[in-house]
Nanobody, 121 residues
Framework: VQLQASGGGLVQAGGSLRLSCAAS????????LAWFRQAPGKERVFVAR????????YYTDSVKGRFTISRDNAKNTVYLQMDVLKPEDTAVYYC???????????????WGQGTQVTVSS
């Protein structure tokens, strides 16, 4: 699976952005799509995940209630709607595909190229 992330940009605190991740190739029904982020000088961390064939989602605590992950199977695309953005959300955001429903980057074998999100205060 090849992934192409887009939708990043510069936004003021309190604003919104929607990231997209277009997948090419076959995604198995048991597959999992996720978003991670990496701030400068920090490790890549889990943000949200969704099963490809079921509406099962999971979020890291810091984004619960503000971010929403969704998918459009017909378009082979996963989205991350980010609302009430905070400066601490500033990072490069990566989408990833894997087969295990967990939060470790090691469980995801396919990665997009990353898209920069910058939130100004």
């Amino acid at each position: 699976v090849q992934l192409q992330a887009s939708g990043g940009g510069l936004v003021q605190a309190g604003g919104s952005l929607r990231l997209s991740c277009a997948a090419s190739g076959r995604i198995f029904s048991s597959g999992v799509l996720a978003w991670f982020r990496q701030a400068p000088g920090k490790e890549r961390v889990f943000v949200a995940r969704i099963r490809w064939s079921r509406d099962t989602t999971y979020y890291t605590d810091s984004v619960k209630g503000r971010f929403t992950i969704s998918r459009d199977n017909a378009k082979n695309t996963v989205y991350l709607q980010m609302d009430v953005l905070k400066p601490e959300d500033t990072a490069v955001y990566y989408c990833a595909a894997g087969s295990q429903y967990d939060s470790s980057p090691l469980s995801y074998k396919s990665w997009g190229q990353g898209t920069q999100v910058t939130v100004s205060s």
